[in-house]
């Protein structure tokens, strides 16, 4: 079992920063994705961005250029660079955990984005 805990959300005003954090632990294979996803208010929910463990990474098309996502395998932990946020980055947003075949999520961290 794998265990997730995320941090870093909070209130920020258009055109600011915040920066996520999300902490595995548990057992844990040296193959594995991290990530990020989110749900807005009435919204499914929606892919941020990833990582492997060996590095590759893939966002969404909305968040290109302004989030960068890292992970420090040493730590078992991922991070979510957000800069640039705009009001419709208001979200809940989740930690995304994938290990041979199964997904777990972190129990989500409120971002919004407000003046």
């Known amino acids: 079992q794998v265990q997730l805990v995320e941090s870093g959300g909070g209130l920020v005003q258009p055109g600011g920063s915040l920066r996520l954090s999300c902490a595995a632990s548990?057992?844990?294979?040296?193959?594995?994705?991290m990530g990020w996803y989110r749900q807005a208010p009435g919204k499914q929910r929606e892919l941020v961005a990833t990582?492997?463990?060996?590095?590759?990474?893939n966002y969404a098309d909305s968040v290109k250029g302004r989030f960068t996502i890292s992970r420090d395998n040493a730590k078992n932990t991922v991070y979510l660079q957000m800069n640039s946020l705009k009001p419709a980055d208001t979200a809940v947003y989740y930690c995304?955990?994938?290990?041979?075949?199964?997904?777990?999520w972190g129990q989500g961290t409120q971002v919004t984005v407000s003046s």
């Open positions: 995304y955990w994938l290990q041979v075949g199964v997904e777990k």
């Open positions: 548990g057992t844990i294979f040296t193959a594995n994705t």
């Open positions: 990582i492997t463990s060996y590095g590759f990474t």
